[in-house]
Structure formats: structure tokens, C-alpha cells
């Protein structure tokens, strides 16, 4: 059995404060849906964020961002990162192949250098 058209609303000025309301709210509703025998129905279950100013001035919004070289989701995939890299590394390879036949070794190995290592050595530590 599912539980329709439930409303949860919060009102908090710091946005880390109502994550963590926002959360801990969903988890007694969970607790409660489970005790009454009822199932969320994630499916349709939806979020807003109505406001978003800081010292009045409206904040955008965005699904996605790129910080420090590194692209975050709102889900936290690493998949716009790892695409993001992927491509710079391959643009990399690419050149490095067109002057392969022209270019002596060494030359070669400081433009992979330049080119290609810095993306597997950046954020490596994560």
C-alpha cells in the first residue's frame, strides 16, 4: 500500500542545516511508513528548493560544476569527470600520434609528459 500526496517542508537559512533536517525528516517518515505497513513510492517522489538568496541576491542554481578540475554532480557520479578527462587525455594521444614519425623520442616523452600525465596524477589521491 502507498501513502499519496504527502508534503514535507522545511525552511532553514544555512542549506547544510537543511540537508541534514530535510534527511533526518525523511528517515522518520520512513520509520513511520514502515510501521504502518506503507511504501514510499520513490518514483514519484519529487524535491523543490524555493528562495536560494544569499544577503538577498538569488543564487543559479546547477546540476553540475566544475571545481579545482574536477566536474561534481548533484548525485556525485564521476561520470562528467571521467568523460571530462577522458576526452583531454585522447586530445593528448592524438597530437602525440600525428608527430610521431617527426619528432625525436625524448621531445615526445615531454609532451606526454605535458600532455597526458597530469590527468592521471591530478587528484590521484582521491
Same mark, same amino acid.
Request: glycine letters at 2%.
Given at each position: 500500500m502507498y501513502a499519496d500526496d504527502t508534503t514535507l517542508t522545511s525552511s532553514?537559512?544555512? &542549506?547544510?542545516? /537543511?540537508?541534514?533536517?530535510? +534527511?533526518?525528516?525523511?528517515? %522518520?517518515?520512513?520509520s513511520w511508513l514502515t510501521a504502518n505497513k506503507l511504501t514510499l513510492n520513490v518514483k514519484k517522489t519529487k524535491y523543490m528548493l524555493i528562495g536560494?538568496?544569499?544577503?538577498?541576491? &538569488? %543564487?543559479?542554481?546547477?546540476?553540475? #560544476?566544475?571545481?579545482?578540475?574536477?566536474h561534481?554532480?548533484?548525485? /556525485? +557520479?564521476?561520470?562528467? #569527470?571521467?568523460?571530462?578527462?577522458?576526452?583531454?587525455?585522447?586530445?593528448? /594521444?592524438?597530437? %602525440?600520434?600525428?608527430?610521431?614519425?617527426?619528432? &625525436?623520442f625524448d621531445t615526445r616523452m615531454n609532451m606526454y609528459n605535458a600532455l597526458v600525465m597530469p590527468y592521471f596524477n591530478y587528484w590521484s589521491t582521491v
Amino acid at each position: 500500500m502507498y501513502a499519496d500526496d504527502t508534503t514535507l517542508t522545511s525552511s532553514v537559512e544555512d &542549506p547544510y542545516a /537543511l540537508e541534514h533536517k530535510t +534527511n533526518y525528516d525523511m528517515n %522518520l517518515i520512513q520509520s513511520w511508513l514502515t510501521a504502518n505497513k506503507l511504501t514510499l513510492n520513490v518514483k514519484k517522489t519529487k524535491y523543490m528548493l524555493i528562495g536560494s538568496k544569499f544577503h538577498n541576491t &538569488p %543564487l543559479d542554481r546547477v546540476i553540475k #560544476h566544475k571545481t579545482l578540475g574536477v566536474h561534481i554532480d548533484e548525485s /556525485l +557520479n564521476w561520470h562528467p #569527470h571521467t568523460n571530462a578527462t577522458s576526452k583531454k587525455i585522447s586530445t593528448g /594521444l592524438a597530437i %602525440l600520434k600525428r608527430v610521431s614519425t617527426t619528432i &625525436p623520442f625524448d621531445t615526445r616523452m615531454n609532451m606526454y609528459n605535458a600532455l597526458v600525465m597530469p590527468y592521471f596524477n591530478y587528484w590521484s589521491t582521491v
